[in-house]
Nanobody, 115 residues
Framework: QVQLVESGGGLVQAGGSLRLSCAASGGIFSSNAMAWYRQAPGKQRELVAS???????NYAESVKGRFTISRDTAKNTLYLQMNSLSSEDTAVYYC?????????WGQGTQVTVSS
């Protein structure tokens, strides 16, 4: 059974940085595509960044140049480095993994950016 656990969220001032982590277990981490999504209050969940099993990355236009997605296969962990944060980035951030044609989600971690 795949389990994803996010951490690293918190309260940060505008212009600051945070690094989110997503620890994965129960799946073959290195062979699965993974992604970060976020959901702000009253809004739909949206894709932030994704990474394929080969390391190809994709970013939402709103975070390009500020966020970096990466993975450490030795630690079975997905990361999201977030720089130059603004209040628009306030949301619950979720990681997901596509494993054997099924999509798994973590429980989410809250990121709040104060202006």
């Amino acid at each position: 059974q795949v389990q994803l656990v996010e951490s690293g969220g918190g309260l940060v001032q505008a212009g600051g940085s945070l690094r989110l982590s997503c620890a994965a277990s129960g799946g073959i981490f290195s062979s699965n595509a993974m992604a970060w999504y976020r959901q702000a209050p009253g809004k739909q969940r949206e894709l932030v960044a994704s990474i394929t099993s080969r390391g190809t990355t994709n970013y939402a236009e709103s975070v390009k140049g500020r966020f970096t997605i990466s993975r450490d296969t030795a630690k079975n962990t997905l990361y999201l480095q977030m720089n130059s944060l603004s209040s628009e980035d306030t949301a619950v951030y979720y990681c997901n993994m596509l494993h054997l044609s099924k999509l798994y989600w973590g429980q989410g971690t809250q990121v709040t950016v104060s202006s």
